[in-house]
């Protein structure tokens, strides 16, 4: 986390810096806007509010220990979504970039525009329960529906933000990132952690000893 905190910070510090050409194409979104436009996006944004998620994801939590009666797939799947939530809140304020100078439709809240709360946040929550989904699920053509389903999701999120004005694109860009590496990790840590110990001890094994 430490890690990735740094590196948001970086990109974010570089971007804001050197990239001014975004302002561009979210004008041309604004002006492209129309009322059907602005009702989808306004449901793809609310995919991933802060109120939904923290919802979402206390209830999957619930869910899954209910079902699979162990707290791996449960702690795994918070610890994806609060990792994000910790890197973003750590970093969104020291970047402090502005948001795009276009008219927003939703409310700006205090923190800055990089990186895109909302993307990560849907990246986490998604595609942490399609990871836990899938590796429970053997019908193959099932878990491409999931994971089509569950990619689809940030993507949708991503592309409302940047059309209701709330973001520029190397946010949602970075908060793709930000939610993968998030998930990542904690499936390393924690949902795979057997897997990845005994990998490693194979590795250290002695030749002589196989």
Known sequence: MLLMAALTYGAGTLVFAHLTGEAAVSRAMA??????????????????????IVALTAVTAIV??????????????????????????????LVGRHRPPVPHLDEAPPTSSFP?????????????????????????ALQVMIWTLSAAAPLA????????????????????????????????????????RGAQRS????LSSR
């Open 31 to 52: 002006a492209g806007r129309t009322s059907l436009g602005n009702e989808l996006t306004d449901f793809g944004s609310s995919l991933s509010d802060t109120p939904y």
């Open 64 to 93: 899954l220990r209910l079902v699979l009666r162990r707290w791996r797939e449960p702690i795994f799947l918070i610890a994806a979504v609060w990792s994000q939530s910790l890197v973003f809140l750590a970093t969104t304020n």
């Open 116 to 140: 895109s709360g909302h993307v990560s946040a849907a990246v986490a929550f998604y595609c942490g329960v399609a990871l836990v989904l899938t590796t429970h699920v053997r019908n193959r």
């Open 157 to 196: 999120v991503g592309f409302s933000r940047v059309y209701r004005g709330m973001h520029f694109v190397t946010d949602v860009l970075w908060g793709l990132l930000l939610g993968i590496g998030c998930v990542v990790m904690a499936a390393r840590a924690i949902l795979y952690a057997r897997r990845v």
């Open 203 to 206: 590795r250290a094994r002695p």
